[in-house]
DNA sequence: GCAAAAATGATAGTATAACTATCAAAAAAA
DNA sequence: TTTTTTTGATAGTTATACTATCATTTTTGC
């Protein structure tokens, strides 16, 4: 049996439901494709258009421009990525244990234990995780943040947020930072990976081409303790 | 007497150094303006060229671009507040009171105290240091990070992260992971206060018209935490 | 103060991105 | 099999991001 975990998406990120229709979904696919490979300004519909044989004009009717795709696809990355988290922290009660998952899920860890349905296969989450580390800021760093903010366009990022907030409460309740606290690890843990790859020199952790997993552990301990020791000082 | 500090900038950044002009120093002014106005995207070499009576052209032979515009704003930033912070923990034996400093000129607190002398006193560092809290990712986050990256266009930011970093060691000289923690640091005040002004569900912070200081304090105090529950906590 | 050099102004022009419009053809739905 | 919807194909508009050229002004060296 197969599951396929569908992720229903907010109806004011588009202007047509690409999931409704192949071309639709050949918009996202590739949409990711070319923007993991080309960085988002180097990204236009005509190039994703000849990508798909398709028209510029056609994209135009599913998404207003390209800075809604990217919308759209960071705020697809929030949900898939929440469902994640319900998914393995389900059966888990120790907070901790589910603050730990969290951790491994924002750097893309242990996506492959059993059980976990893989949501849409055909997309290419480790491309839509390497454009959410380089371009997610640019979603919200523009000057009509407020009015797409009102359009509940980052809802599935702060929902997710709100969901580790809410756990970091569980772990701790009188801790009186929950949100930044989850907001600024998930910001860093997407800076990091991003310095560590680009400006090592910001980080502490090299990327060789040999000892990468090596310290992609060693980024994940540092969020370790940076949540944690936060999590576990007392005094305000 | 009058102090004037200088901040002598890469030549990588400039075509032509703008301090040495009059022309220059308008863009260099004006540019900062209409940045903290408009933002990033909406400004353009014309409408700067326009607002400082000159032409587009004029522009071009200072800078390469607006990228390089950015960059070089940004540039002279971390440059700056490397210059206060040298100058703010100058007679400071104690560590931990460096690092106080740091997380209060991080949210431009403090600036006013006596004998500090404010460079340039005509650059406006309010505006400038709103860019920085919404632009300044964009500046690293491109297609050309590499590149960039070799022409040193990230030095000060690297610098600035740096001797944080020595700092931080100089309090735990144990502690590993001495520029990571800088470095997410530097971004989480900026990204805080982005959030705190314009999507406050991800933060602890409001933001009303009258308690502003207060919500400014209370991120100052989230920064704290952070920092030095990190620091003081000794398990790896 | 004058000649040479450098910087700027003024104007024009190119290439491309970011759309919008239109209508015919194809596909899907009724 | 009509009717409706979607897409293709083509064209056109506006704005940005530049580059080029040459005259004029300003600065610099002497």
Same mark, same amino acid.
């Given at each position: 049996?197969?599951?396929?975990?569908?992720?229903r998406?907010?109806?004011?990120?588009?202007?047509?439901?690409?999931?409704?229709?192949?071309?639709?979904?050949? @918009?996202?696919?590739?949409?990711?494709?070319?923007?993991?490979?080309?960085?988002?300004?180097?990204?236009?519909?005509?190039?994703?258009?000849?990508?798909?044989?398709?028209k510029?004009?056609?994209?135009?009717?599913?998404?207003?421009?390209?800075?809604?795709? &990217?919308v759209?696809?960071?705020?697809?990355?929030?949900?898939? &990525?929440?469902?994640?988290?319900?998914?393995?922290? /389900?059966?888990?009660?120790?907070?901790?244990?589910?603050?730990?998952? @969290?951790?491994?899920?924002?750097?893309?860890?242990?996506?492959?234990?059993?059980?976990?349905?893989?949501?849409? #296969?055909?997309?290419?989450?480790?491309?839509?995780?390497?454009?959410? @580390?380089?371009?997610?800021?640019?979603? *919200?760093?523009?000057?009509?943040?407020?009015?797409?903010?009102?359009?509940?366009?980052?809802?599935?990022?702060?929902?997710?947020?709100?969901?580790?907030?809410?756990?970091i409460?569980?772990?701790?309740?009188? *801790?009186?930072?929950?949100?930044? &606290?989850?907001?600024?690890?998930?910001?860093?843990?997407?800076?990091?990976?991003?310095?560590?790859? *680009?400006?090592?020199?910001?980080?502490?952790?090299?990327?060789?081409? #040999? /000892?990468?997993?090596?310290e992609?552990?060693?980024?994940?301990?540092?969020?370790?303790?940076?949540?944690?020791?936060?999590?576990?000082?007392?005094?305000?």
């Open positions: 049996m197969e599951y396929k975990v569908l992720v998406m907010n109806e004011k990120l588009f202007l047509r439901d690409p999931e409704n229709s192949e071309l639709g979904r050949r @918009i996202i696919q590739q949409g990711i494709q070319l923007m993991a490979e080309v960085g988002f300004e180097d990204t236009t519909f005509r190039k994703l258009a000849d990508r798909i044989n398709s510029e004009a056609s994209i135009y009717r599913y998404f207003e421009n390209k800075h809604r795709l &990217l759209y696809l960071v705020a697809w990355y929030w949900q898939w &990525l929440e469902y994640q988290v319900v998914f393995q922290t /389900n059966n888990l009660i120790d907070p901790r244990e589910k603050l730990e998952r @969290i951790l491994k899920l924002l750097l893309l860890k242990d996506l492959t234990r059993p059980n976990v349905p893989t949501p849409t #296969d055909d997309t290419n989450i480790l491309a839509l995780h390497s454009i959410v @580390i380089r371009e997610a800021s640019k979603a *919200y760093l523009t000057h009509h943040v407020t009015e797409h903010n009102k359009q509940q366009l980052f809802k599935p990022h702060k929902d997710f947020c709100g969901r580790v907030a809410d756990i409460l569980e772990y701790r309740p009188d *801790y009186p930072y929950a949100r930044s &606290l989850a907001s600024s690890l998930l910001e860093t843990a997407h800076h990091q990976a991003f310095f560590m790859q *680009y400006l090592p020199s910001l980080t502490d952790f090299g990327t060789g081409p #040999d /000892n990468q997993s090596n992609e552990d060693r980024l994940l301990n540092f969020l370790r303790h940076l949540l944690f020791s936060s999590l576990e000082t007392t005094n305000f």
